[in-house]
């Protein structure tokens, strides 16, 4: 028992001198680069639908998975969830077609068991105004131009780009692109097209020998952050693995849409509820 | 929560999704006629001895219609039994194009047995929904055949669950 107590002091000494830290900085020194939490972001071809995109999320939380797994407890990697739409599938012109949240579809905390995930809208909050927020890295996954070769290797170069360049460089020296259709309030810091063959793991290793995070900051208002897109280009790492089912189970959808699927059958179906699932 | 496999019993209707508009010409050959439908569709439901079946699909009402003559004519199954899930305005404009395809994912993924289309990623997803809720597998890999593939086609590849 006075063990236990020792410990507790102990404990909240520490916290509390964690926390007298905190206090100590400014709004200004206490904005993200003093943190070690960093922020990966996506995007996927725009031509691609809703269940494919579904399944490259699975892909990118595995690698942000393995980001954790590879970095000191310290640094925490977090999941940006890309915004939806517009899809090609989604017919209802009339509606919001476009920076609609994960939340109107998914269960964020079930998601969040398997990896840390913010929905985009939060992590424009971070940045120290409100009014834009830049990225420091980004960028497009492509093919390499002459092709997969004999044999299927894995490897990754920064090159010149494919196809035309979807981020512009204008007279202030940021790019801006789309951006899920805040093209106003995000920029980066840098753009490259990025060749790459293999599983997405593949980007562990280049974030970590060749990500740095510059110190003087705040007046850029950078949010530790990568940004990949064309996100699809990658493979599965574990295709059909544990992790890959681990993810999967994550994915379980937003309340409101599970309660109209279940009135839906139980009012046509007679009220079975008794011959479905022991939850 | 692991489930075990046979946990799953799903709810006394046949669960289907039938993919058309693009598909038709994009996967000649995998994606049957409405008519052809029609009969996989009476083909099962009498097997499994189900009286209804639910159909998620991204066509329009008149083609969904003349699924419903097709099997009435083919099985004398009323039109009535046949059921699309078909949110009204209201509820649409909060859960959007996404939530009813999700609302149609999960029925689906509830069904007694389930069939999908072809190389359809939106069946993709259902059938990963069956394998984490524990249904046996020939409940769940199943497809929709082209109209020269007859009715017992080859089925659709089997992802099993991994714990």
Same mark, same amino acid.
């Given at each position: 028992?006075?063990?236990?107590?020792?410990?507790?002091?102990?404990?909240?000494?520490?916290?509390?001198?964690?926390?007298?830290?905190?206090?100590?900085?400014?709004? @200004?020194?206490?904005?993200?680069?003093?943190?070690?939490?960093?922020?990966?972001?996506?995007?996927?071809?725009?031509?691609?639908?809703?269940?494919?995109?579904?399944?490259?999320?699975?892909?990118?939380?595995?690698?942000?998975?393995?980001?954790?797994?590879?970095?000191?407890?310290?640094?925490?990697?977090?999941?940006?969830?890309?915004?939806?739409?517009?899809?090609?599938?989604?017919?209802?012109?009339?509606?919001?077609?476009?920076?609609?949240?994960?939340?109107?579809?998914?269960?964020?905390?079930?998601?969040?068991?398997?990896?840390?995930?913010?929905?985009?809208?939060?992590?424009?909050?971070?940045?120290?105004?409100?009014?834009?927020?830049?990225?420091?890295?980004?960028?497009?996954?492509?093919?390499?131009?002459?092709?997969?070769?004999?044999?299927?290797?894995?490897?990754?170069?920064?090159?010149?780009?494919?196809?035309?360049?979807?981020?512009?460089?204008?007279?202030?020296?940021?790019?801006?692109?789309?951006?899920?259709?805040?093209?106003?309030?995000?920029?980066?810091?840098?753009?490259?097209?990025?060749?790459?063959?293999?599983?997405?793991?593949?980007?562990?290793?280049?974030?970590?020998?060749?990500?740095?995070?510059?110190? @003087?900051?705040?007046?850029?208002?950078?949010?530790?952050?990568?940004?990949?897109?064309?996100?699809?280009?990658?493979?599965?790492?574990?295709?059909?693995?544990?992790?890959?089912?681990?993810?999967?189970?994550?994915?379980?959808?937003?309340?409101?849409?599970?309660?109209?699927?279940?009135?839906?059958?139980?009012?046509?179906?007679?009220?079975?509820?008794?011959?479905?699932?022991?939850? | 929560?692991?489930?075990?496999?046979?946990?799953?019993?799903?709810?006394?209707?046949?669960?289907?999704?039938?993919?058309?508009?693009?598909?038709?010409?994009?996967?000649?050959?995998?994606?049957?006629?409405?008519?052809?439908?029609?009969? #996989?569709?009476?083909?099962?439901?009498?097997?499994?001895?189900?009286?209804?079946?639910?159909?998620?699909?991204?066509?329009?009402?008149?083609?969904?219609?003349?699924?419903?003559?097709?099997?009435? #004519?083919?099985?004398?199954?009323?039109?009535?039994?046949?059921?699309?899930?078909?949110?009204?305005?209201?509820?649409?404009?909060?859960?959007?194009?996404?939530?009813?395809?999700?609302?149609?994912?999960?029925?689906?993924?509830?069904?007694?047995?389930?069939?999908?289309?072809?190389?359809?990623?939106?069946?993709?997803?259902?059938?990963?929904?069956?394998?984490?809720?524990?249904? #046996?597998?020939?409940?769940?890999?199943?497809?929709?055949?082209?109209?020269?593939?007859?009715?017992?086609?080859?089925?659709?590849?089997?992802?099993?669950?991994?714990?």
């Amino acid at each position: 028992m006075l063990l236990f107590l020792l410990f507790l002091f102990i404990f909240q000494s520490c916290y509390s001198l964690s926390d007298r830290n905190n206090e100590q900085c400014t709004k @200004d020194s206490c904005s993200s680069l003093t943190s070690s939490t960093y922020y990966f972001l996506y995007d996927i071809n725009h031509g691609e639908g809703f269940n494919l995109r579904r399944d490259v999320y699975i892909r990118m939380a595995n690698l942000v998975n393995k980001l954790r797994e590879h970095t000191s407890p310290e640094s925490n990697w977090i999941l940006v969830l890309p915004p939806w739409g517009p899809l090609y599938h989604w017919f209802s012109y009339n509606l919001q077609r476009t920076q609609i949240p994960w939340s109107l579809f998914f269960d964020i905390t079930s998601l969040s068991h398997f990896v840390s995930v913010i929905e985009f809208e939060d992590f424009l909050r971070l940045s120290t105004s409100t009014s834009i927020i830049t990225i420091p890295y980004v960028y497009t996954l492509q093919h390499f131009s002459e092709g997969w070769g004999e044999n299927f290797e894995e490897k990754l170069e920064v090159r010149k780009c494919n196809e035309e360049i979807m981020y512009e460089k204008r007279n202030d020296n940021y790019y801006y692109g789309w951006f899920f259709g805040y093209e106003n309030r995000v920029r980066a810091k840098q753009f490259q097209c990025l060749s790459a063959q293999g599983f997405v793991t593949i980007l562990v290793d280049f974030l970590l020998n060749n990500i740095t995070w510059s110190q @003087d900051i705040n007046e850029e208002h950078i949010v530790k952050s990568v940004m990949f897109d064309r996100a699809e280009t990658l493979l599965h790492v574990d295709y059909g693995g544990y992790n890959y089912w681990r993810a999967r189970r994550s994915m379980r959808y937003a309340k409101r849409l599970i309660n109209l699927g279940r009135n839906c059958v139980f009012i046509t179906v007679f009220c079975i509820e008794s011959v479905f699932f022991s939850s | 929560m692991k489930r075990h496999r046979g946990q799953a019993f799903g709810g006394p209707y046949l669960g289907i999704h039938l993919r058309r508009r693009d598909y038709v010409k994009a996967r000649p050959g995998h994606v049957p006629s409405l008519e052809h439908a029609a009969r #996989q569709v009476c083909h099962h439901l009498i097997r499994l001895n189900l009286s209804l079946a639910f159909i998620a699909t991204d066509t329009d009402e008149n083609e969904i219609n003349e699924l419903r003559q097709h099997v009435y #004519q083919i099985c004398n199954i009323s039109t009535n039994q046949i059921y699309t899930y078909r949110p009204n305005e209201k509820i649409l404009e909060k859960i959007l194009d996404g939530g009813k395809a999700i609302v149609d994912q999960w029925i689906c993924a509830h069904a007694r047995y389930f069939i999908g289309s072809y190389e359809s990623t939106f069946s993709f997803r259902i059938q990963e929904d069956r394998e984490i809720f524990g249904f #046996q597998q020939d409940l769940t890999f199943n497809r929709l055949c082209g109209d020269h593939e007859g009715i017992s086609c080859e089925k659709s590849t089997i992802w099993s669950i991994v714990y």
